[in-house]
């Protein structure tokens, strides 16, 4: 079974301008999050998908959204990108069920650059 | 407010000896716990897990405990080996329906031959 998949693996983006950063999950599985990786605040929530509606939202600014497609693929976007944005963005897979079973499957990441 | 806390950022320990990381939680309405290990430029792998009904996990070389009265757990590692050298981190799933963690600030362990 193919593991999760994010495109691209680096990226390097100016100030103010914005990026798409893609997830393709674990084929069944119907639950997409999205989690940013710093330096200073570990691993901090950003959203979940699930058939294509957010489930649950972290605590972060507007600018950061995502969406789902129907075969639960998954993308966010950042808009007018800050340099705190600079961060590795993880996304993970899972079945959807709130289950102590049902664990999360992370892809690589994404390291976004932000100068 | 860091609902879940990993207050040691580093543990060393030597090659065959017993490895203990530590977590603290706020929220006693969690209802499963998670601990995850991750190497540099590699996302998060999932290593054991504990529902709150239970007090012990065992998986081959790693154990997970749950104090629930103190709103703790320790994940041991016995016994450690290089290849154990990595980022652990503990997580709870958020309460709101969903699958998605609330993650410890993660430690670095550090296991020496």
């Known amino acids: 079974k193919a593991g999760v998949t994010q495109t691209p693996r680096y990226l390097i983006k100016t100030r103010g301008q914005q990026v798409t950063l893609s997830c393709s999950p674990i084929?069944?599985?119907?639950?997409v999050s999205w989690y940013q990786q710093t330096p200073g605040q570990g691993l901090q929530f950003l959203f979940e998908?699930?058939?294509?509606?957010?489930?649950n939202k972290g605590n972060f600014p507007g600018r950061f959204s995502g969406r789902q497609f129907s075969n639960s693929r998954s993308e966010m976007n950042v808009s007018t990108l800050e340099l705190g944005d600079s961060a590795l963005y993880l996304c993970?897979?899972?079945?959807?069920?709130?289950?102590?079973?049902?664990?999360?499957?992370f892809g690589p990441g994404t390291r976004l650059t932000v100068l | 407010d860091q609902q879940v806390k990993q207050n040691s950022p580093s543990l060393s320990v030597q090659e065959g000896r017993i490895s203990i990381l530590n977590c603290d939680y706020t929220?006693?309405?969690?209802?499963?716990f998670l601990w995850y290990k991750k190497y540099p430029a590699e996302g998060p792998t999932f290593l054991i897990s504990i529902s709150s009904i239970k007090d012990k996990n065992e998986d081959g070389r790693f154990t997970v405990f749950l104090n629930k009265s103190a709103k703790h757990l320790s994940l041991h590692i016995v016994p450690s080996q290089p290849g154990d050298s990595a980022v652990y981190f503990c997580?709870?799933?958020?309460?709101?329906?969903?699958?998605?963690?609330?993650f410890g600030k993660g430690t670095t362990l550090s296991v020496s031959s």
């Open positions: 084929s069944g599985h119907r639950s």
């Open positions: 929220n006693s309405m969690f209802d499963y």
């Open positions: 998908y699930f058939s294509e509606t957010q489930r």
């Open positions: 993970a897979s899972s079945s959807g069920t709130r289950d102590v079973g049902n664990e999360q499957f």
């Open positions: 997580a709870a799933p958020y309460l709101q329906a969903g699958t998605a963690l609330i």
